[in-house]
């Protein structure tokens, strides 16, 4: 069984920086892309940043050059370096992986708030 456990969350002042990490386990098929979502109250999900397996990387626009997405394919391990926080990043911020046979998963979630 697929399991995405998330884990960096936290309550950050604006200007503050946190790592997100999230590492999947129990899957047979190699993963192709591992990125995360987030969901701020109110709000739709929208996709904050992506990465293939070959190190390509996609950035929603607004956090383009604060955010900083890696990965360890050898882990299975996704970071998502949050540089700059800005109140508008609070948000549960998701997990996600595609795997090669076409399944996809997503972790639980972790709460990320910017806040003084």
């Known amino acids: 069984q697929v399991q995405l456990v998330e884990s960096g969350g936290g309550l950050v002042q604006p200007g503050g920086s946190l790592r997100l990490s999230c590492t999947a386990s129990?899957?047979?098929?190699?993963?192709?892309?591992m990125g995360w979502y987030r969901r701020a109250p109110g709000k739709q999900r929208e996709l904050v940043a992506a990465?293939?397996?070959?190190?390509?990387?996609t950035y929603a626009d607004s956090v383009k050059g604060r955010f900083t997405i890696s990965r360890d394919n050898a882990k299975n391990t996704v970071y998502l370096q949050m540089n700059s926080l800005r109140p508008e990043d609070t948000a549960v911020y998701y997990c996600?992986?595609?795997?090669?046979?076409?399944?996809?998963?997503w972790g639980r979630g972790t709460q990320v708030t910017v806040s003084l």
């Open positions: 129990g899957g047979i098929f190699s993963i192709n892309a």
């Open positions: 996600n992986a595609r795997f090669s046979n076409g399944e996809i998963y």
């Open positions: 990465i293939t397996s070959g190190g390509i990387t």
